[in-house]
């Protein structure tokens, strides 16, 4: 059966019932059901009746059924049609500018997120190293029955870097820097490899170095006081500063920033 009988055999079966209750224009909710359906194929044997005599004589009842069933033959060849469209349609140039802006912020947002992550982890990482060195350098004083010493940013280490040396007292004189210039004097020592840091390395300790004496006495030397070392970086590690006393090694967090007026001083780092 050709389009043009099926669309007067479902015209013909709605007539009859819809005569009898209202008036309206079935040539036009006919087409409005069947808009867009041109090129779509469609098994139009569905549409035959299997009883003749039923089209012939219908009551009320029976016109009910019949439109009931055009309802559902419709609602068939219009999903035929609309799938058809959906899958011809593919996606729209706004929807993928929205699933690119979505990922465009998700990125960006993760990106800030990292990069926070990874400058607190590296700030962390020096202050845990520098203090790792540190008290090995006081049990090596012990144990090897020498003096050991430290001292900070020499030579000169590039801008925005730190860098801190470890000497062992070979001549066993007990003096470490006989100038007081806060520099490890070169005779007599044993320097141990330099250690560079991504952070400028501050510390109060007024131009002098850290001597381990043989009995695990710890001090900057001439200031028996002890002193602190500080990262002072944009980041809020857990950790970032170190404060020494004679019998203790302790890091801990900085409570103020330099740029919030916070100084390298042990009443600012809290020990953890």
């Not at 209202?22 to 469609?42: A, D, P, Y």
């Not at 050991?148 to 001549?171: L, Q, S, W």
């Not at 500063?241 to 009443?267: D, F």
């Amino acid at each position: 059966m050709h389009k043009e009988d099926l669309f007067r055999r479902e015209k013909q079966l709605t007539t009859e019932h819809t005569a009898k209750n209202h008036s309206t224009n079935i040539e036009e909710f006919v087409k409005s059901r069947h808009s867009g359906l041109s090129g779509i194929g469609c098994n139009c044997n569905s549409l035959e009746k299997k009883d003749s005599g039923q089209a012939n004589s219908r009551s009320d009842g029976a016109a009910g059924m019949t439109v009931s069933r055009y309802y559902r033959i419709s609602y068939k060849l219009v999903n035929i049609g609309l799938d058809e469209k959906i899958n011809n349609r593919g996606v729209t140039l706004v929807e993928l500018s929205v699933v690119i802006s979505v990922i465009a912020t998700l990125a960006i947002a993760l990106g800030f997120s990292y990069a926070d992550w990874m400058g607190r982890y590296k700030v962390e990482k020096a202050t845990k190293e520098l203090y790792v060195d540190l008290m090995n350098a006081r049990g090596m004083a012990m144990t090897r029955s020498c003096d050991y010493f430290v001292d900070f940013n020499f030579p000169m280490p590039p801008e925005g870097c730190g860098t801190y040396r470890i000497a062992e007292d070979t001549d066993d004189d007990g003096e470490g820097d006989d100038d007081s210039d806060g520099i490890i004097d070169a005779a007599g020592q044993t320097f141990f490899p330099q250690r560079t840091v991504e952070y400028a390395i501050e510390n109060n300790f007024a131009d002098k170095i850290i001597n381990f004496k043989k009995r695990g006495i710890v001090q900057p030397k001439g200031q028996a006081a002890g002193g602190t070392i500080c990262f002072f970086t944009e980041h809020d590690p857990d950790y970032d500063c170190i404060v020494i006393s004679q019998t203790r090694i302790n890091m801990g967090k900085l409570r103020k920033k330099k740029s919030n007026g916070g100084e390298c001083k042990a009443g600012n780092c809290v020990i953890k």
